[in-house]
């Protein structure tokens, strides 16, 4: 209460020691099936390897790599904003915006690759992050593979992916 009180920016000091820079790596590969006839994408199954430094719970880490590819599989495929000419946001509820299930979720592998950060407590580095990033581009580039056509706005959406098929064939 009593810094509400008093006038002036309220000033705060502390010391924090650095700590070496552990950087985060990791490197996806995605096994897809294209529907040509409907643009469709079904994942069959997807791959994470990542170095995280120390393990110190596996499965705790398991867990955060499977829910960061999870995430990423509905921003890669499923989740957008999807507005109508006049501007009016069409799926602005969760019953309309489409984000991954369960039952929508391909077997995800884990590989998890250990060597500790030195000067770090217990050698670990950031998990949950990092397998968020690369899942749209190792879908994008599963997609071209597959059909030899690049999408490259996301969602890669069903109506996507048939667009630039189409456009391809012209």
Request: hydrophobic share 45%; aromatic share 4%.
């Amino acid at each position: 209460m009593q810094a509400t009180l008093t006038e002036g920016a309220i000033v705060g000091r502390g010391v924090s020691s650095k700590l070496p820079l552990g950087v985060e790596i990791g490197a996806h590969v995605a096994d897809v099936e294209v529907d040509p006839e409907t643009g469709q994408v079904t994942v069959l199954r997807y791959t994470a390897f990542q170095d995280v430094g120390l393990a110190l719970n596996p499965t705790a880490v398991e867990g955060q790599m499977e829910g960061s590819v999870v995430q990423g599989l509905g921003w890669a495929l499923t989740e957008g904003f999807d507005y109508a000419d006049n501007g009016r946001l069409r799926n602005a509820s969760l019953l309309d915006y489409r984000m991954p299930t369960a039952l929508d979720v391909p077997r995800i592998d884990c590989v998890i690759v250990e060597c500790p950060v030195p000067g770090v407590p217990y050698g670990v580095r950031g998990v949950g992050e990092v397998p968020i990033v690369p899942v749209a581009a190792a879908l994008a580039n599963a997609i071209a593979r597959a059909t030899g056509v690049r999408v490259t706005k996301m969602p890669m959406t069903p109506e996507r992916v048939l667009a630039a098929l189409e456009a391809a064939r012209q």
